[in-house]
């Protein structure tokens, strides 16, 4: 089996990368945007190293629309994991344009590119969207099914909404294989701070290196979110592209929500130092929705995936890689 990972050099592409060849064996090829190097050094002291010696990494815009038919006539793959995007939801509200152009042209090129080739090659796609988009949710309504009506309450949200309908169109009007994921919180090393853990995680590494005071920063600490290890989401992305049904949606998370107050609290018992909490109103947000919770039960059907690695292990491993990096002054 080939697949072909676009947008390979964000948070999930490398582990993506790692399970496809190691776990399953496929032979891989992957992009990134030329500024962009794909991160192997999983250097945590606790991951395996990331052998991704064996990929072929091309440059790729995908709003080059000709560079994607291009690259894909040329790597003929079985499976196609389509990750790359605008996917900071803050970014989208500064710059609505250039995350519309990436996330809906992005990912209809893509789609164009596999249906000009011919039906007997063409791959089997996985378009990767984002529990974001089922947005302002009733609580009774929780936990989240495919089917819930969709109330995307930013640009970032609306534009995956958007992916996720031209995906289900594609699969039905072109008799394409197109699997569609709604992707929870995901989480792990090498995760940017700009997301919950790992923000905590690099705030104590640093307490603990002491480059930073005691106070761990933080926002709304009553909000609950469903966490997942960015290695169990991986499996199931490659679980849904080989046996996902075209044209249906899936929800990607543990099925289980933990309030922000007890990861904090995971963190800080994994921590020998004494720390003190704060409130930061610039990590407040203006709609925080109380619980997001989703519903695997169509996942787990499809598919007997099951979450391996438990919140306190991801937390540690994370935590463990903010303090490597504290120490050496990254
Ligand atoms: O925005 P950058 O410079 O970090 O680059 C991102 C890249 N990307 C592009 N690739 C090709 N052509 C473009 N025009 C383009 N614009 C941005 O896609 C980044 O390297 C990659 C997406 O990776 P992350 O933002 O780290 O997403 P992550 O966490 O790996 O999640 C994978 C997928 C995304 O579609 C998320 O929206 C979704 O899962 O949750």
């Known amino acids: 089996m080939k697949s072909l990972i676009i947008g390979a050099a964000g948070f999930v592409g490398a582990y993506l990368i790692r399970h496809l060849q190691q776990d399953l064996g496929h032979r891989t090829a992957a992009t990134k945007l030329p500024k962009e190097r794909i991160t192997t050094d999983c250097n945590t002291g606790c991951m395996q190293k990331t052998q991704i010696r064996e990929t072929e990494i091309y440059d790729l815009d995908i709003l080059d629309a000709d560079a994607v038919l291009n690259l894909l006539q040329r790597i003929r793959p079985d499976y196609v994991f389509h990750l790359a995007a605008q996917s900071s939801v803050a970014v989208a509200w500064s710059h609505p344009g250039v995350t519309v152009d990436v996330n809906i042209r992005g990912a209809v090129n893509v789609l164009e590119a596999v249906r000009a080739m011919e039906k007997e090659n063409r791959p089997r796609v996985l378009l990767v969207g984002s529990g974001e988009e089922y947005g302002l949710v009733r609580a009774e309504e929780i936990p989240i099914c495919e089917d819930n009506r969709l109330c995307p309450g930013n640009i970032y949200a609306a534009t995956k909404a958007c992916q996720t309908m031209f995906g289900s169109i594609y699969a039905k009007a072109y008799e394409m294989e197109v699997v569609m994921v709604r992707a929870f919180n995901h989480i792990g090393p090498n995760q940017e701070p700009l997301f919950v853990v790992a923000d905590f995680c690099r705030q104590v590494a640093w307490m603990e290196a002491g480059r930073q005071e005691a106070v761990l920063r933080v926002g709304n600490l009553d909000v609950r979110r469903d966490f997942t290890d960015v290695r169990d989401v991986v499996r199931a992305y490659a679980m849904l592209a080989a046996c996902g049904k075209s044209g249906e949606v899936y929800n990607v998370g543990s099925g289980r929500a933990v309030s922000i107050a007890d990861i904090v609290r995971m963190i800080l018992q994994k ?60």
Not at 286 to 297: F, G, K, Q, R, S
């Open 271 to 330: 921590s020998g130092i004494s720390i003190t909490v704060e409130p930061d109103a610039s990590k407040l947000r203006p709609v925080d929705l109380p619980v997001i919770e989703a519903n695997i039960h169509k996942l787990q059907q499809a598919t007997g995936w099951q979450p391996q690695i438990g919140l306190e292990q991801t937390i540690e491993e994370t935590l463990h890689y903010w303090r490597n990096r504290a120490l050496a002054g990254m």
